[in-house]
Every structure is written in structure tokens, then in C-alpha cells.
């Protein structure tokens, strides 16, 4: 199963939040002082490009990204998911930006399916789905069932094979709290998002040698 969720989730935000990131160089340009660092010339010239560089985003712009990143869930290892990065890939390229892609074969936590029964006073299985909001039009796509996975490390860990494998905690949650229940779960690691993949290598690495020694 081939993903790169790390390379999206980073991706998508530099989408939608290029406009926040320029709006904190509007308050130098309309500043009249001296830019430390710059001749007269040299700041005129700055502040031409970062002016320029400002009146490029777009609110309009920014919804069209959100709604395409938004259209539909795309959990990692999904078609959903390879769409999404299609499209992430594609728009980066128009702008002129090197794109490249790694991909992996790892094993994926995802539910297959999610069932509940009413054992008494007569059995008979519930239906969970919900029905469609017409406000909302992804309310009317598949359902994406919930993922733990700190119960998967420790029902992985309670394996025969559990005790030599290698878990890494992939997260964007890295308070104390956080660390600490990845570690009772059975975790190796934990490494909070976005993980440059040298990082991710010298992690498995160093965990490998741990383990031979």
C-alpha cells in the first residue's frame, strides 16, 4: 500500500496558508523606516517584491484549495488519498516548485468495517449509517470508520511476533501527555509531524541497533 500522508498534510497547509504567512510581510512594507540589512535602493527594490509578492493570494483562490483538499476523506494508502496528492502535486508544479514523491509499502491500520448488535431482548444487528445533511455534501460519501492506534500497537504487541516489531508513533501531537501514552500503548518512538524522511530513517536505524544489541 503506497502512501505519503506526511508530504500531503505538509503540502495541503502551505496551500491555505500562504496568504497568513504574507500578510506578516505587509506590516514591513507599509512601514516608511530604514530595513535593517538593506541600502535605500536595495529596500525600495524589497519592498517592490514583497508588494508584488502580497496582492498575489486570494480569498477566492484559497476557498477553491480548501474545498479540493476537503472534497472527499483520504486516509493514507487510499485512492482518495493518491487523488488528493495528484492534485497537491499538480498545483505546486503550475506555481514552478520541484515536487517529488517516495513511496512506501507499510502496513495500514484502517477498519474494514464497523458492526454493532442489540443482544437482548432480541438480537438483531443496528444500522450505523447516518443519512446525508443537504448542507454538507460530504456527509453523503462513504462512511470512514474510526481509527485507534494505540489499541493496534497493543493488540500487535500481545502477537507472537509483536515483541521483535518496530512501532513508531507518527503524530501531530507531541505534549508530555502525548508521549507518554504512546509509550504505555508499546510504542519505540514518538516523532511528531511533519518527519523529514532522514529523520524517519535515523529513527528505524538507531531502533534496529537498540534491538540487535
Known amino acids: 500500500m503506497a502512501f505519503n500522508s506526511g508530504f500531503l498534510r ?11 504567512v504574507l500578510g506578516v510581510a505587509a506590516a514591513r512594507i507599509q512601514s516608511p523606516s530604514k530595513m535593517p540589512g538593506y541600502s535605500e535602493t536595495g529596500a525600495d527594490a ?11 493570494p486570494s480569498a477566492e483562490s484559497a476557498g477553491v484549495y480548501a474545498r479540493a483538499l476537503s472534497r472527499e476523506p483520504h486516509m ?3 485512492p482518495a488519498q493518491a487523488r488528493t496528492r495528484d492534485y497537491v502535486i499538480e498545483r505546486m508544479r503550475s506555481w514552478g516548485l520541484e515536487t517529488s514523491v517516495r513511496a512506501y509499502q507499510v502496513w495500514m491500520p484502517h477498519p474494514t468495517s464497523v458492526r454493532v448488535w442489540r443482544v437482548s431482548p432480541d438480537a438483531r444487528e443496528l444500522s450505523l449509517a447516518e443519512g446525508p445533511i443537504s448542507v454538507d455534501s460530504t456527509s453523503a460519501l462513504p462512511e470512514v470508520p474510526a481509527i485507534n492506534g494505540y489499541e493496534v500497537c ?3 504487541r ?5 515483541g ?19 509509550q ?3 510504542f519505540d518512538s514518538h516523532l511528531v509531524k511533519p518527519v523529514e524522511f532522514g529523520a524517519l530513517v535515523t529513527q528505524l536505524n538507531a531502533l534496529g541497533a537498540m534491538r540487535k544489541a
Open 10 to 20: 505538509h503540502a495541503s497547509r502551505a496551500l491555505l496558508a500562504g496568504a497568513c
Open 46 to 56: 524589497e519592498r517592490r517584491v514583497e508588494a508584488a509578492a502580497i496582492a498575489l
Open 76 to 78: 493514507s494508502g487510499t
Open 154 to 156: 497493543r493488540r500487535a
Open 158 to 162: 500481545a502477537q507472537p511476533w509483536g
Open 164 to 182: 521483535d516489531a518496530t512501532f513508531i508513533a507518527l503524530t501531530g501531537w507531541g505534549q508530555e501527555e502525548d508521549r507518554r501514552r504512546t
Open 184 to 186: 504505555e500503548a508499546g
